[in-house]
T-cell receptor
């Protein structure tokens, strides 16, 4: 089985540019999560979806961040405009259902904003 | 609501020595408990999970964790570590009926030769 697929693996861009991160969850999983990981703040949940509907976006840091899930097999996280403090590793994870199902993580996108 | 506390941010240990990574949680509802491992430049991977039944759960690579309801703990142990166990370990809790998993801050395990 293919795992969670994220693209790109690395992104380097200049401040002010738009950044789009992409995620393909595991087929059949109906929950999708976006996380951000930094040395200073650790692993932070940004937003999660269930059945393509955003359930909780309280972790999204600012209006510059937005996320969409147009269908069950694709999600995007967009930052516009980007700032140097957005530099981090962004992870996408998916799971099936509630309760006892673990999350499956992609390998992340390492984002550097210059 | 749930919360997770990992009591050690870093644990250095010599190869073949035993190790314990500590985790305490709090929750107002019944929970499921997980340990995840993160190797460099990779995402988190499930190491083991406690759902119900026997309070001692084991992973395929020799780690084990014991659910202690009275102490609200889920410590991770391994009797003899290898260099390849060097990684960051995250304790996590999920409330029954919930979507969200709450992760601890992580413990970096350094195994020295």
């Amino acid at each position: 089985d293919a795992g969670v697929i994220q693209s790109p693996r690395h992104e380097v861009t200049e401040m002010g540019q738009e950044v789009t991160l992409r995620c393909k969850p595991i087929s059949g999983h109906n929950s999708l999560f976006w996380y951000r990981q930094t040395m200073m703040r650790g692993l932070e949940l940004l937003i999660y979806f269930n059945n393509n509907v955003p359930i909780d976006d309280s972790g999204m840091p600012e209006d510059r961040f937005s996320a969409k899930m147009p269908n069950a097999s694709f999600s995007t996280l967009k930052i516009q405009p980007s700032e140097p403090r957005d530099s981090a590793v962004y992870f996408c994870a998916s799971s099936f259902g509630r309760d006892n199902q673990p999350q499956h993580f992609g390998d992340g996108t390492r984002l550097s904003i210059l | 609501a749930q919360s997770v506390t990992q009591l050690d941010s870093q644990v250095p240990v010599f190869e073949e020595a035993p190790v314990e990574l500590r985790c305490n949680y709090s929750s107002s509802v019944s929970v499921y408990l997980f340990w995840y491992v993160q190797y460099p430049n990779q995402g988190l991977q499930l190491l083991l999970k406690y759902l119900s039944g026997s309070t001692l759960v084991e992973s395929i690579n020799g780690f084990e964790a014991e659910f202690n309801k009275s102490q609200t703990s889920f410590h991770l142990r391994k009797p003899s570590v290898h260099i390849s166990d060097t990684a960051e370990y995250f304790c996590a809790v999920k409330g029954t009926g919930g979507f969200k998993t709450i992760f601890g801050a992580g413990t970096r395990l350094f195994v020295k030769a």
